[in-house]
C-alpha cells in the first residue's frame, strides 16, 4: 500500500461524481481506518465549469479542461463518471497510455469498446475498475469474477435497469403514467443522459453483454442481443397483468443449454409470488445459478447517487490496496482468448404467454382467435374479457389470453395470423411470463 495515499483525478460531477465527493470527502475517520493512506482529489473535470454544484469539492480545482488531467503526472487514479461514448472511450485511452488507471461507471463504453480499452490498459500495465457499471451497489461483477469463479455458471438473470424498474412500479403500485414515472426516475438521477437507452432495452442489454463476459466467458456483441424495452408497454396490460397475479418486469437473462448461450431483454409478467416481483423501485436484482454454489440471488439499489458512488469508491479503494491492479491483471475479459459456449441471438424458448388482442366485440370473435391458437399447438389457460360499456356499443375491447406453456415460434406465427382478422383491430401484444422459482 503506498504510504502517500492516491492522487485522484474525476470526470463527472453529476449524480455519480456528487456521491464520489461525497463519500471520499465526508468520511475522513473511516477512510483513515481502512489503512489506504490519503485519497486527494486533486482535479474535476466537467463540460460547464460555471454550474452551481450539490456538494464541495473542497480544494479541487473544477475545469473543463481535460489535458490539466491527462498531463499530470502527479495524479495515479482517474475516475471517469461523464458516461456516454465519445469523448469517454478518448479519453480512457489516453489516461491508461499516460499511466493512470481507471475506475468507471460507464457501461456503455466498455459493452462497445471494452475489448480495445482493456488492451490499451493491459499494454500499459494499469488497471480499468467498473463494478459501478453494472446494477450500482450490489457488487455482482467481483462476485462473479472471484468468489463464484470455481464455478461454471448455468444462468445470470433478473433486474438491472433501475430507471425501467422504478417506471414499472411507479405505474403499477401509484398508477403513474408512463412519462410521468419516467420524469421521476430522471429527476431522481436514476436515468442515463439519453433516457432512450434505458427505456428501450440498450443499458440492460450492455449489462447484460458484460455479465455474460463474466459468467460465460463468452464474446458477445451487445447489439446482438435480442431485446425489448418498457416504452411501447401499455399501461393497460400493466393492470390487466395485476388482474391476473403478476407484475411486469424488465428482465435480463443468460442461459447456457445444451452448449450454447441464449441471452435476451425482454419485459415479462412475473407472478407476484415470485422473488423478483418483490424488487421495487430503483432495485435491481441479479440471480446467478453456479454449478457448485446453486442459487444465489442478490439484490439492491441499483441506480443512484451514493449506491453507485460506493461501487465506484470501492474501485479506488481497491487500487488503493493493490488488490484492483491484481484482479485486473488476473481477469481475462475482452482478451484474444479461447472463448465461452456459442451465442445464439434467436435461440427460441418455451414459456407461458400473455396475449391481448383488440378485437370487435361480436359473436364468434373468441371461437376465431382460440382456433387459430389450437391450430398451433397452443393451449390456452385462461381468458378474461370484460363487458363493452353500454354508452361505448362498436368500441373495439381487449380480450386477454393466458396460454400454457407454449413455444416462442409459434405464438408469434398465431399472432401474425390473428392481426389479418378484420375482428382484430389493432396490432396484438405479447408478452412472456417467467417460469416459476425451481
Ligand atoms: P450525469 O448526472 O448526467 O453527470 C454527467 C457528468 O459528466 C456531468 O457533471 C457533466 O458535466 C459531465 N460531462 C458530461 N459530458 C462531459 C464532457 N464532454 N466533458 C466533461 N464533462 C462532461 O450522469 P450520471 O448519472 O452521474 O452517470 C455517470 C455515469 O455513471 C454514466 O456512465 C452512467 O451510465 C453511470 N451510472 C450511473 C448511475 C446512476 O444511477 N446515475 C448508476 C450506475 C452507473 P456538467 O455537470 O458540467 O454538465
Ligand atoms: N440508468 C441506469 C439505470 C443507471 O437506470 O439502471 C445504472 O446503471
Redesign the pocket.
Known amino acids: 500500500m503506498p504510504a502517500t495515499g492516491l492522487r485522484l483525478a474525476m ?7 456528487t456521491g464520489v465527493v461525497k463519500l471520499l470527502t465526508q468520511r475522513p475517520e473511516h477512510l483513515r481506518a481502512l489503512g489506504v493512506g490519503p485519497l486527494h482529489l486533486k482535479t474535476v ?5 460555471g ?1 452551481v454544484r450539490a456538494v464541495d469539492v473542497g480544494s479541487a480545482r473544477v475545469t ?1 479542461d ?1 489535458d490539466l488531467v491527462v498531463n499530470d503526472p502527479e495524479i495515479d487514479v482517474v475516475i471517469e ?4 461514448i465519445e ?1 469517454a472511450r478518448t479519453r480512457i485511452a489516453a489516461l491508461l497510455r499516460a499511466g493512470k488507471h481507471v475506475v ?5 463504453v466498455l459493452a462497445e469498446h471494452g475489448r480495445e480499452l482493456f488492451e490499451i490498459a493491459r499494454q500499459a500495465d494499469r488497471a480499468i475498475v467498473f463494478e ?2 453494472v446494477a ?1 451497489g450490489i457488487p455482482i461483477l467481483a462476485a462473479l469474477a472471484e468468489t463464484l469463479s470455481v464455478n461454471r455458471i448455468q444462468r445470470v438473470s433478473g433486474i438491472v435497469n ?1 430507471t425501467c424498474n422504478y417506471i414499472l412500479t411507479a405505474m403499477h403500485e401509484r398508477g403513474l403514467g408512463y412519462a410521468e414515472a419516467l420524469l421521476q426516475a430522471q429527476h431522481l ?2 436515468a ?2 439519453d433516457p432512450t437507452l434505458d427505456v428501450n432495452g440498450s443499458d440492460a442489454a450492455q449489462k447484460l453483454a458484460i455479465l455474460a463476459r463474466l459468467a460465460f466467458q463468452s464474446r458477445v456483441d451487445w447489439r446482438s442481443i435480442r431485446r425489448l424495452g418498457i416504452d411501447e408497454l401499455h399501461s393497460m396490460d400493466i393492470q390487466f397483468a395485476a388482474e391476473l397475479g403478476y407484475v411486469i418486469k424488465l428482465l435480463a437473462e443468460g442461459e447456457v443449454a445444451g452448449g450454447r448461450l441464449s441471452l435476451q431483454v425482454t419485459p415479462k409478467l412475473v407472478h407476484k409470488s415470485h422473488p423478483l416481483a418483490q424488487i421495487r423501485g430503483e432495485y435491481n436484482a441479479v440471480r446467478v445459478e453456479g454449478d457448485a454454489v446453486g442459487d444465489l440471488l442478490f439484490s439492491g439499489k441499483g ?3 451514493l449506491p ?1 458512488a460506493s461501487s465506484v469508491v470501492a474501485g479506488v479503494l481497491d487500487l488503493a490496496t493493490g488488490r484492483g491492479q491484481q484482479t485486473f491483471r488476473a481477469l481475462r475479459l475482452w482478451e484474444e482468448s479461447p472463448a465461452g459456449p456459442a451465442f445464439e441471438p434467436g435461440l427460441h424458448a418455451k414459456s407461458r404467454f400473455y396475449l391481448r388482442f383488440t378485437i370487435s366485440d361480436k359473436p364468434g370473435t373468441l371461437a376465431r382467435i382460440t382456433s387459430i391458437l389450437g391450430e398451433h399447438g397452443i393451449s390456452i389457460a385462461s381468458v378474461i374479457q370484460h363487458e363493452t360499456p353500454e354508452n361505448e356499443p362498436g368500441q373495439p375491447v381487449p380480450l386477454i389470453i393466458m396460454t400454457h406453456e407454449a413455444e416462442d415460434e409459434r405464438v408469434r406465427q398465431s399472432l401474425v395470423e390473428a392481426d389479418r382478422l378484420e375482428i382484430v383491430r389493432a396490432p396484438s401484444v405479447c408478452l412472456p411470463v417467467a417460469a416459476h422459482e425451481r
Open positions: 470526470i463527472g460531477l453529476g449524480t455519480v461524481g473535470v466537467v463540460r460547464d465549469s454550474k473543463t481535460f463518471v461523464m458516461g456516454g469523448p468507471t461507471a460507464n457501461k456503455a459501478a457499471s450500482g433501475g438521477g436514476f442515463e443522459a441506480a443512484g447517487e453507485t
